[in-house]
Structures are given as C-alpha cells and as structure tokens.
C-alpha cells in the first residue's frame, strides 16, 4: 500500500512510469480482495454460517492470494505489489479501529460493570500478561521454544494478551445474548488493549535502560505515567470537543458539513497530542472515543449524530478488513523455520492458559464483592475464557517490536504474534458459535436484547449496595468499597458530568443509546 | 504529513522515540490548523465577509505559519515537521476532490449545456494552453522571463490551464446565481481539469520520446489515447457499480454500512485501475463521480444516499483545505530569486490573456449554434472569464513536474504555478463578489436558484431545434449538428441509459438533485 513511487528514486530497473503503473495494480488488488471479503462476508452472513466469520474470511482470501503470490514469483512480484507501510498502518489503519471500539461501547451497561470490567482488564491483563511472558521464559530455558531474555518474554506477553472482541462480539450480536455478558466482552476487550500497550512500553524502555529497570517500583511508575497520561489526554481531548460543540451552536442543519469535519478532527488530534507528548496514541484516542461518545455525540445535530457513527463503522471496518486480509497474506508468503512453528505452538498453549489464570481469578474476586444474585455466572466465565482471540492490536504491538528488539527476536515474535491472530480467529471464530451455545449463553435471551431498553435488562448489575453487604472477608470489604466508587462514579456522571458538558440532559441517554441498538438489530434482522 | 518514522533508517541524531514524538507534534500542528481554518472560513461566511473565501483563509494560516517557520529557523525546525509527501497527495488527498467535483454535478444542467460545456472545456482548455505555452516560449526567447524549452511551456501550459471551481462556485452559492452560468462555469472547470492533465500528459511523452514528437497528428491520437482511455475506464466502472447495486439488493436498512463501504471503494478502484493500465486515474475517477452520481447513486437505500453525499463532500473539504493551507506554507518558506519572480508575473499577464482567448472564442461559436434566445449574453461570458482561478489540479501536475523535467525547469514551473495558485486565489477569490455583482449576474436571480427545481429555470437551454434553424453559414450548420448530437445523448440517456442502470427511475430524478439542492441551500441559509 501507498507507493505510487513518485518520490521514490531508482527503485529498480524499471522507468518511474512502469513502477507508478504496478503501483497502482498494487492496489487494485488489494481493493478488489476488500471489495469480495465485504461482498464474501455478507454471503456468509445471509446464509447463517458462522464457522467462518468475516474476519475469517478476510484472511482466507489473504492466505488464498498470498499463496498465489508464493507460486507465481518469477514472473509478477506479487509481493512487492503488496508493500505495507508501517506508518500507514499507524497514522490510518489503526486509530479509527481503536477509535471505533471505544466510540461504540454501549455507556449504559459499561458503567454499569464498570468495576468487573476494570478487574479483568486491569488486573487480568496484567497476570495473563506477566504468566505468558513467565512460561515463554521458561519455556526458552528447557529448550522447548526459541530462547528470549526474560524482558522481551514480558513484552511478548502483554502484546500477546491484547485480546480482540470483533468476531465474538459479531457472533454475539447475531446470535443475541446476555447483556451484562456482552458488556463484559466488550469492556474487558476494549480496556484491555489500552492497558496491554501500556505494559508494552514499560517493558520496552525498562530494555532500553536495563540499568535503571530492576526497581519493581519504577515498573509501577512507569506503567502509570504511560496509562494516566494517555488516558488523561485522551479523556482531555474529549471534553474540550464535548465543550465545543456544546457552545459553538453548529448544531443547525445547514452546517452539518462543518460539524462532522470538526468532530471527525478531534480523535486523531487527541492521538497525535499523545504521540507529541510521549504517551500512546491508541490509548488516548481509545479514551477519547469513549468521552466523545458519551458526551460530544449528544451534542451533534440528529443528521450529524447519524452520519459520524456510520463514518466510524465504516472507515473501521475498511481498516479492520484490509488488516486480516494482510496478515493472512503475510502468514502466506512468510518463510517459517520449524523454531518458529514450536515457538507458536507452545505460545497458544501458553495464552490459553494465562488468559483463564486471569478470567477465573478476577471473576472470583468480582463475585466476592457482588451480592450473590449479582455473580458471574461459571458459563459467562467460560465464555469470557474463550472469548479471548488475538487480532488487530496484537499485529501492531508485534510490528512495533519489530524495530524495537534485535532481528531475530523481533521477527520470531512477529511471526508467532501474526500466526497466533490468524489461528485463533479461524479456531475460536469458527467454533465461537457452537461454543457460545453448549454453554447456553445465547440464543436464550434473544429478546431482552433487542426488545428491551438497556435500562430494563440491567437486572443484576449496578449493584446498589445500600441492603449492607454485612458478612465478608477484609478482602471482600475492600473490593466493595472498590466497587462502590465505581458506583459513586455513575452517580457523579449523572450528576455532575453530563449536565456540564452536553446541552440536552434528558434526551442524551436515548440519543446515545440509539445508533449502538440500531446497528446490534441491523446486524441481526436477516 | 505522514511521517511516523518507523521504518525510516537514522534521519538525524536525535533518537527513534523522540523522531516520532517530532512527527506526531508536526501533524498536530497540522490539525490544528485544518480546525483553525474551519472554524475561520464559519465566521467569516457567518458575518458575510466575502473578500476572504474559505480557500483564502486557508491559505493565509498556511502563510502565516510558514512565516514563522521561516523565523524561528533555528531551535525547532517546523519544515522538518511539515514534510509533505507526494505519494499521500497523490492517493488520498487529489482522488477524493476530483471525484467529488465530479459526484456534484448536477446533472440535469449539465447535460442540458452539455454542448457549451464541452466546447469550453476542450477546444477552450486547448486554444487556453497553446496561448499560454506559446507566449511563455515567446517570453523566454525575448529574455523577459525563465527560457523552457517549447514542449516544457506547453506542458507548463496545460497545467496552468486547469482551472478550479471551488471559490468562485462558493460565491455563486451565497449569492445566487443563473442556473445556466452555474452549469457553464461548474461544468467547464470540472472537465477542462481532465483535458489539461491529458494534454499535459501527452506533452511529457513528447518530451521523453523527442524524435517521434515531430507529427502533429501523433500528438492527437496520444491525447485522444490518454483522454478517452481514462474517460471511458472511470464510465465503466461507473456503469459496473451501477448495475452491481441495481441488482445486489443492498438497499435494505441493515446493510448501509456494506453497501457504503462498497460505494466507497468504487472510486478508488477506479482511480488505481487507470494508472495500472498507464492511463489517467484523476480522469477515470472524475468520469466515474459523475457516473456514479447519475445511475449508482439512485440504486442506494435513502440512508446510505445521504451518507455519501456526506462523506465525500466531507472527505473532499478536508483534503482540500489541506492543500491550501499546503500551499500558502510552501509560499512562504520558498526561497524565491528574481528571475521566478518575473516568470510568475508575466506567467500572470499571460494566462488572463489565453482565458481571454478561450472563453469569447467558443463563446462566439456556441452563439453561433444557438437560437438567438439561448445565446450566452456578455456579461455570463465575462464572469465565465473572470472566473478562472487556479488551485489543486494545477498544483498537483505543477508537482508533478518537478519529477517530469530538470532540475531547474520543474522547481521554476513549480514555484510559479504555487504563486499563481496563491495569487488569483486571494486576489480573483476575494474580488469575485464584487465584479459578479458588478456584471449583475448574481443576486437579482436569487428565487430561481431555490425556490425552483432544475426542470423550471432550464429557460433558454436544452434547446430543442425543431424549429428548424434554418438561415446559417456551412459552420453554423456544422456546429448546430454537433449541438443536435449532445442533446440526442440526453434522450439516450433518458430513454435507455437510466432505465438500465437504475432501478427506480421515476424517482431518480428527484433523489438525484436532492443533495445538491440541499447543500446549495445550505450554504445560503445564513
């Protein structure tokens, strides 16, 4: 992608204006492999096949052409066609996807679990996290697997424990579920990968300076700074557009056109702001994607509401589709050594491991602060366990470690990383559906879902505590008091928040709530 | 823009991280400014402060910023941040503003002076860039400006003859014009940009294949290659998305995301599969926009009708203020000597001459061929004259250019178009107001232009020639028969074309004009 090579000098034997035409036939291809996956993963859909879901067809087709590529080499380079930018991944490909996901989490049930979701993605993703970077050490040292230093087996571990909600979410928006259950998903996934990169960059400039890096405490420090920094300039970012739009009166119909350009402006300003700083970017846009749809949307015109939540689903989705089809391609053309193949073997068995490490422990801890007709449910733990494939998130940390560790040890992790997203996103997605159902968590509550307002199906969670949750371990104590702050934050949205940043309060909540339900029974009515 | 230095090898001291953390403040920067100008450009319409158009302002921030780059040269170096590659112009910012030039035809006035037009655009667009080149060659031979070689001046010709719709078209917006002056000055600025990159592509082959360059009719058959290649590839695929939505049953209300999504990538298909066949993709995507607009865009469901409307008149002002605020940047931190300074001016005198030639010349022939009550009156021709500003097409063939020929010709030729680009779009831009008030053609018309549809101010075009024109010398004849053939391919279209492609063709008309309608009144609305 992107070379149309006019700047590029002599890169080969042919005159600019052949290199300019393969160029473009460079991408031609590749958009006619997005054009049949959108056009393959509506047929799939339509006729109900849910062992190979879109994304799974979208690497399908990549591993299809890649394949086709290794064949044909001789003659058309293929391959060189197909030539990724790194910073077009960054600057384009990625910010909406990570935009979109906190730009589409429903508020309502988010907050509502607010405190489980921050378990699991805080403190799970730091076990799995730190168990998978463990056992790959280990793993090194009896020679099972390609041998990492104990640092860059931790960097492993927490770009390899950003989990991807996009296959299992779709199968649960077709196949209905509970709510609270897809809020955890979602949740979980989407904090996640925000705290993932964090790790990441601890881990990383812990490797830079391996001098200062013993302290557990500068760690901590260090993982801080990168999470709150981000998070603050993103949520920053967020209600100074929320201010905006409330004061600036563009929310009349003929200005619909400076609207969206302004409002589609802010997430990539926030993004930028982070990287100018020295914080993560995705973090930041993550969480102004979160602010901006609680508060900022509320505030647009109705047609401008309509049209900024299907320009994020749709430049998402293009990003979305395009990075499956490219690893599935990558996967394709990679030359593999059998080192490679053991390090990706053990590694799944490895993250299958660490990930139930993180769910069943954080679900207990969750269920010893919940009343007991609050608790999570084994089959929704079971469910969130399997829910944990890799994607988009993972590639690009692997990407990045690329250029961070020394060649071999960079590629063997992208290569693994790559191999991993494309294996579970075929395995896990194609068997999500069956799963999801011997489970029997959907299907059953198909109409609470769709029917229902969120407010109405919010049966066990928002716990209000006020009944004296009397009996309890310290530890129990604790995390209820843990969990009543974060019910004090909802109070504090409701009240505070919302009313300062957007203009009409009563209307919001149905406002916000409307293009989220609209697309879950789209995506669901045929 | 577009610098993530991920992959780029060691660009300097200073290490990866802070490389990155350089570029992300640099495209900050640049956001800030896209938000600066939005914001600008609102208030300046809002209180009706004409003299400064839109494209004005943006290019005064670029000016402004450029300034103080130029200042402050020494601590933080901004152009190093404001880098700007050609590939990222040449794929993301140009396709979508081309299409969308060509998506917002209108088509009914279009194809009811498609006659007129099409003498303005192409034997216009010629007589323009041969005056031009051969005057600049004439001023190089006298020694009053930078001496080119003949086929360099006529390529320099053909780029500085693609003329820019976009103030001029803003102001006829606000202040409500003709119909038929709106379709005239439109239409000839959307198709002369494909004549002159056709023509200016035929001059570089010349110029690389020098002894073949000799015959005249080589030139002819190259610029016909060129131009109806490009032309008929963007038409069929526009014919092809056409019937693909015709008959894939997208239009239902839960699919807008993949049927948008579709819509969306047909133009860059069509762009990229041009340049693979060596041909024109601005051409093919400018066809392909207005294609699109009068067949596909009928098949899409209401909502996703809406929705493309909207982004790609929002994509296409993003793209395009950048650009301006690019090009005032570039104007400022240029290093300029004397001998550009007199090139820009005479290159100035000279294309106000050639425009002049253009438009009275076909003027004069398209009355000849006109019943005396459709005749285009002087004071439409003056402001068709007066109207030719120049803006992205030129600039994007000037920077081509700059790869096209030798060192010095292509930076004198580049530097000259910016400044010209500069130039008559802050002083045509910000005077058009006025002389169009001047020349009465605005304003007095104002009730037609909305209040209306399209089908009742056709007053004096379309004409029907049944009467029977009768007296007339054998070009009169000649140019009647040609004017006969332009209005068939309306009944073509009507009787054959649009039944085919579309699938709702009572209602087409109306759902075609209605975006248009919209936003023209948009625009007015305050």
Not at 247 to 272: I, R
Request: charged share 15%; proline share 3%; aromatic share 14%.
């Amino acid at each position: 992608m992107m070379e149309l090579n006019v700047t590029v000098p002599p890169a080969g034997s042919q005159p600019p204006g052949q290199e300019q035409q393969a160029a473009g036939a460079g991408i031609l291809l590749q958009i006619s492999m997005l054009v049949l996956s959108f056009v393959l993963g509506h047929l799939l859909r339509r006729h109900k096949f849910y062992y190979l879901p879109e994304a799974s067809a979208s690497l399908l087709i990549g591993l299809v052409v890649g394949g086709f590529a290794n064949v044909s080499k001789t003659e058309m380079n293929l391959r060189k066609w197909f030539n990724f930018h790194e910073e077009f991944f960054f600057l384009f490909l990625l910010p909406p996807i990570i935009f979109q996901s906190g730009f589409s989490l429903a508020p309502k049930p988010f907050f509502s679990n607010f405190g489980a979701i921050i378990t699991f993605a805080i403190l799970g993703t730091f076990i799995a996290s730190v168990i998978t970077g463990l056992l790959v050490y280990l793993g090194g040292l009896i020679f099972i697997m390609y041998r990492l230093p104990l640092v860059e087996c931790m960097m492993f571990g927490a770009l390899i424990s950003a989990t991807d909600p996009v296959t299992v979410l779709s199968i649960f928006q077709e196949l209905g579920t509970d709510m609270n259950l897809y809020a955890l998903v979602f949740g979980e996934s989407v904090l996640n990968d925000a705290v993932a990169i964090s790790l990441y960059r601890t881990m990383s400039s812990v490797r830079s300076h391996a001098s200062s890096g013993q302290h557990f405490f500068v760690l901590i420090v260090r993982f801080l700074e990168t999470f709150i920094g981000s998070m603050s300039s993103g949520v920053g970012v967020g209600f100074i557009s929320a201010l905006l739009f409330k004061y600036a009166g563009l929310d009349v119909d003929n200005l619909q056109n400076l609207e969206c350009c302004l409002f589609v402006l802010f997430p990539y300003f926030s993004y930028m702001l982070a990287e100018g700083l020295g914080l993560s970017g995705i973090v930041s846009i993550l969480f102004t994607g979160v602010v901006m749809k609680h508060y900022t949307f509320s505030n647009l015109s109705e047609s401008s509401q309509h049209f900024v939540a299907a320009f994020f689903h749709l430049i998402s989705s293009l990003a979305e589709t395009f990075i499956f089809i490219y690893m599935g391609f990558d996967i394709a053309i990679e030359q593999h050594s059998l080192s490679h193949v053991g390090f990706i073997f053990f590694s799944i068995l490895f993250i299958v491991v660490a990930r139930a490490a993180n769910v069943f422990s954080c679900a207990y801890l969750v269920n010893l602060a919940r009343p007991s007709n609050q608790q999570i449910p084994m089959k929704h733990q079971k469910a969130l366990w399997y829910s944990g494939l890799r994607g988009a998130m993972a590639f690009a940390l692997a990407l990045q470690s690329v250029h961070d560790l020394p060649e071999g040890h960079g590629k063997t992790i992208f290569t693994a990383t790559t191999a991993i997203v494309v294996l579970t996103v075929l395995l896990i997605g194609g068997s999500t559906g069956t799963v999801l159902e011997s489970l029997e968590v959907v299907g059953d509550v198909h109409d609470d879902l769709v029917g229902e307002s969120f407010e109405e199906s919010n049966g066990y969670i928002a716990p209000s505590y006020d009944e004296g949750a009397s009996s309890g371990s310290r530890l129990r104590t604790r995390l209820q008091e843990f969990h009543r702050s974060a019910a004090s934050f909802t109070a504090l949205d409701k009240n505070y928040l919302t009313p300062f940043f957007t203009s009409q309060y009563d209307e919001s909540e149905d406002l916000d709530e409307q293009p989220q339900r609209t697309r879950r029974a789209g995506f669901r009515g045929h």
